[in-house]
């Protein structure tokens, strides 16, 4: 059985997830805006699961959109809100998500003005100089990851909104997908206006995420159709995804202590471990991580060739981001980062969740030294 160390690209849905889920595939039939005894019910499982999400991130349940992902939910939250900027004006970080940053660039070609925070060599969004990144051009809307998907480094959210908003910035938002789950997150301590969050990277469903939003905020639907989600999502909701996706919230919510420190010691001893390899790079290893998350390269070892050696031994990782595993350029985070691109070609991800295993770990490290021992010597030398 291969041993699954692929958490941030999806997570195992989890049992009990699913058990909220079945009856709701299999049995209740109905639409939740239908007034009969089967819509009733619908209606009352999407208001609990909207309630279970709402308290994982300390906001009240009318600020829950319910989207298909969170690709759904970062392009919303631009594009919903774009309209009620003046002149557009954008502003982000060059490591987000592919989710967010095509959105960004579609919206610069037909004319918006988009700006970049910058990247240090550790991965996180540099506070130093922002106020005058800020002044020129003044950005409208900014928005920054709580987590990085690929190096896991967190990002100073709360520190950057405070800063824009003095600036004048008039909507931040936050793509927390990768951060829900696995550390604590409050909307209102970010300081944001939207909050994008995915149901699949913290045990819940596949196609199901929402954007979280501030009251009262101006906001247009991109799906224009019936009135769900308060007009501002159109379409039959999902009720068994958007169940699956409250009690995967709940889990998290009720966990979250003991899942931090248990994936924190499965990496710590991985990562203790890895350091055995003559030359090995932890990337983001100087900023703080979300628990679960190593993000390294062997200098010597070409990062996809590893991962289908890997894949070969029983172990399921990721080279760069997994969501852009075809393409064999550079990941752009380690790009922002300035890492070279020799070395961010040997980049390979490890990210742990609550099933895995210290032995697993292990095995891991055993089948890694095990494939470097099999490369002729001349090549298992790091060059310095
Ligand atoms: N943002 C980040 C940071 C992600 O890692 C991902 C998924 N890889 C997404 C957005 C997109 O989420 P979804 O898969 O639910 O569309």
């Not at 967190?154 to 004048?168: D, H, M, N, S």
Request: aromatic share 4%; hydrophobic share 40%; with cysteine.
């Amino acid at each position: 059985m291969t041993v699954y160390f692929d958490h941030n690209a999806s997570s195992p849905l989890l049992p009990e997830a699913l058990e909220v889920m079945l009856p709701l595939f299999s049995g209740r039939h109905g639409n939740a805006s239908s007034l009969h005894g089967s819509g009733r019910l619908l209606r009352s499982a999407i208001e609990s699961a909207r309630d279970q999400v709402a308290r994982l991130v300390g906001v009240g349940p009318q600020q829950v959109i319910f989207t298909s992902g969170g690709t759904e939910a970062n392009n919303l939250a631009l594009k919903g809100t774009v309209d009620t900027c003046a002149s557009p004006s954008l502003m982000s970080s060059p490591i987000e998500h592919a989710s967010l940053l095509e959105p960004l660039r579609q919206l610069q070609r037909k004319g918006a003005q988009l700006s970049w925070l910058e990247v240090d060599a550790s991965g996180r969004v540099a506070l130093e100089g922002l106020a005058e990144r800020l002044a020129e051009p003044q950005p409208e809307w900014l928005s920054l990851q709580r987590a990085n998907n690929e190096t896991g480094v967190l990002q100073p959210v709360a520190e950057v909104a405070e800063i824009a908003r003095r600036q004048g910035v008039r909507l931040l938002h936050c793509d927390a997908t990768q951060a829900a789950g696995k550390i604590p997150l409050d909307f209102n301590e970010l300081g944001v206006d939207l909050m994008t969050l995915s149901a699949h990277k913290f045990g819940g469903p596949q196609g199901m995420g929402a954007l979280v939003i501030r009251p009262g905020l101006r906001f247009e639907a991109l799906l224009a159709g019936g009135p769900q989600e308060q007009q501002r999502r159109a379409g039959t909701e999902n009720a068994a995804l958007i169940a699956g996706f409250g009690k995967a919230a709940e889990m998290a919510q009720n966990q979250l202590p003991e899942r931090q420190a248990f994936l924190l010691e499965l990496r710590t001893h991985f990562e203790a471990r890895l350091k055995e390899i003559d030359g090995v790079v932890i990337f983001g290893e100087a900023a703080e991580r979300l628990p679960n998350t190593c993000f390294f390269a062997i200098p010597f070892y070409h990062g996809e060739t590893l991962l289908m050696e890997l894949d070969k031994a029983g172990f399921a990782l990721a080279s760069g981001s997994a969501c852009h595993s075809e393409v064999t350029r550079p990941s752009h985070v380690l790009t922002a980062m300035g890492v070279d691109e020799d070395l961010a070609l040997n980049a390979v991800r490890a990210s742990f969740g609550m099933e895995n295993s210290l032995q697993q770990v292990d095995r891991l490290i055993d089948a890694l030294h095990n494939r470097i021992n099999q490369l002729p010597p001349a090549l298992r030398q790091h060059s310095g």
